[in-house]
């Protein structure tokens, strides 16, 4: 079957056999999808091959014989947003999560758009934490596997100056122990109602979110964590770094 006029951002390029790319596609109709960009490694081919980069915005046909997708025809739509230090690192990270958690060919309009959107927020002069805590609480929503985070398992509403842990397959519990991992009430609150919270608040949503993606990753961590986690060593010891106590997108 032939695919024409399709928008997609891409997630992945890597080399294929001699000449070609194979590159990982979220595309506006089906979803995240495999494709192969073939003879497009040679010296004459680079315009063609630099709009398969991640994160940039393309149109393109296609046949969808197999798994696999021929890419036939492609082009940029915009301009990738520039990426670089915390923000390069943030959109490895976000790609690789999707590329995870994704199954291929199965549509999800509402993740294109919300890509889109985080495609955009990663340009501006916002918290970057708190645009990744955004994110992937709508990934996990729109995988079906989303928490009330406004609310315990047994539908109490929380309370902000009370602690909770988090079951990643049931919800919430309130933690009258404040073991280690549990976090404020006042920054899930600040999570289920979309307002970004105190930074130290913050730090316990990423720890709490890391928590239910791991559970769905199937106990694989994704390289992004570790690369996260060897930048902050590299601060600490470096003089003249701020100093990150855990990554630096916390």
Request: glycine letters at 8%; proline letters at 6%; one cysteine or more.
């Amino acid at each position: 079957m032939r695919i024409g006029q399709e928008r997609a951002f891409v997630l992945h390029a890597r080399a294929w056999r001699e000449t070609s790319l194979l590159v990982e596609l979220l595309t506006e109709s089906h979803g995240r999808v495999g494709a192969v960009a073939r003879g497009v490694r040679g010296p004459r081919r680079q315009a063609q091959r630099a709009a398969l980069q991640p994160w940039q915005q393309i149109g393109f046909s296609a046949e969808t014989r197999g798994e696999l997708w021929n890419l036939r025809a492609w082009e940029a739509l915009d301009l990738a947003p520039r990426q670089v230090g915390e923000v390069a690192l943030a959109g490895f990270y976000v790609n690789e999560l999707l590329l995870r958690l994704l199954p291929r060919q199965d549509p999800a309009p509402e993740l294109f758009a919300r890509y889109a959107r985080l495609r955009e927020e990663l340009g501006r002069l916002q918290p970057l934490a708190w645009c990744l805590r955004r994110f992937e609480r709508d990934l996990l929503d729109a995988l079906g596997v989303g928490l009330p985070w406004g609310e315990t398992v047994e539908g109490e509403a929380l309370d902000p100056a009370a602690r909770y842990r988090i079951d990643p397959g049931q919800g919430l519990w309130r933690d009258r122990t404040h073991a280690a991992g549990s976090l404020r009430g006042s920054a899930l609150l600040a999570l289920a109602e979309d307002r970004c919270p105190a930074a130290e608040e913050l730090a316990e949503l990423r720890l709490a979110l890391r928590t239910v993606l791991a559970h769905h990753l199937g106990g694989a961590p994704l390289r992004a964590w570790s690369l996260m986690t060897e930048v902050a060593r590299v601060g600490r010891s470096a003089p003249g770094l701020a100093q990150h106590p855990v990554d630096p997108l916390e």
